[in-house]
T-cell receptor, first 111, second 115 residues
Framework: DAKTTQPPSMDCAEGRAANLPCNHS???????VYWYRQIHSQGPQYIIHGLKNNETNEMASLIITEDRKSSTLILPHATLRDTAVYYCIAGNTGTASKLTFGTGTRLQVTL | EAGVTQSPTHLIKTRGQQATLRCSPI?????VYWYQQALGLGLQFLLW???????NRGNFPPRFSGRQFPNYSSELNVNALELEDSALYLCASSDLGRSSYNEQFFGPGTRLTVL
């Protein structure tokens, strides 16, 4: 799996958009970008994934640069319940099939 | 739809003992993954089972082992427990057969404490 780099922490005011960056400059052509989050002491929760096109679901949007070397997860209207550690993962399906979690970004949403 | 379940929630053992952790995947999922999350550290991949076979293994000693049963539930065994085995053990499941990507659904975890 390609290595990912994320800022260790970010703050966001409630109601504002949270933009979480991720660098994955060594990503290979068949590796997806996944985002998960982990609320304190719970199991990680899948958020979104993408290959090269931007993606949106009910939780978030994922913007992937054209060269695929970086991406941004956007929570459009952050709430206090979005406070969590967010993990960006560049991973493959198939024979390996494991997810390599880095240290993630601790997002603190404040009033 | 029921999610991934794990038991027990908490487990306390002493050094040298054996621990057995259990996981039931989401109905229809054939792949089960085990991860270790030690305090203050990220999730480390332990094992991947699919269709009853071990498919991949992380960088852990052989005293970490497991199996997957015909109903796709799984068991993680840790022998000769050491203090540094104290961690949250997370199980995840996915359905690789119907999906072209690897979305994994995680359970709540088992917190193992080794005294």
């Amino acid at each position: 799996d390609a290595k990912t780099t994320q800022p260790p922490s970010m703050d966001c005011a409630e109601g504002r958009a949270a933009n979480l960056p991720c660098n994955h400059s060594t990503i290979s052509g068949n590796e997806y970008v996944y985002w998960y989050r982990q609320i304190h002491s719970q199991g990680p929760q899948y958020i979104i994934h993408g290959l090269k096109n931007n993606e949106t679901n009910e939780m978030a949007s994922l913007i992937i640069t054209e060269d695929r070397k970086s991406s941004t997860l956007i929570l459009p209207h952050a709430t206090l319940r979005d406070t969590a550690v967010y993990y960006c993962i560049a991973g493959n399906t198939g024979t390996a099939s494991k997810l390599t979690f880095g240290t993630g970004t601790r997002l603190q949403v404040t009033l | 739809e029921a999610g991934v379940t794990q038991s027990p929630t908490h487990l306390i053992k002493t050094r040298g003992q054996q621990a057995t952790l259990r996981c039931s995947p989401i109905s229809g999922h054939t792949s089960v993954y085990w991860y270790q999350q030690a305090l203050g550290l990220g999730l480390q991949f332990l094992l991947w089972y699919d269709e009853g076979e071990e498919r991949n293994r992380g960088n852990f000693p052989p005293r970490f082992s497991g199996r997957q049963f015909p109903n796709y539930s799984s068991e993680l065994n840790v022998n000769a427990l050491e203090l540094e085995d104290s961690a949250l053990y997370l199980c995840a499941s996915s359905d690789l057969g119907r999906s072209s990507y690897n979305e994994q659904f995680f359970g709540p975890g088992t917190r193992l404490t080794v005294l």
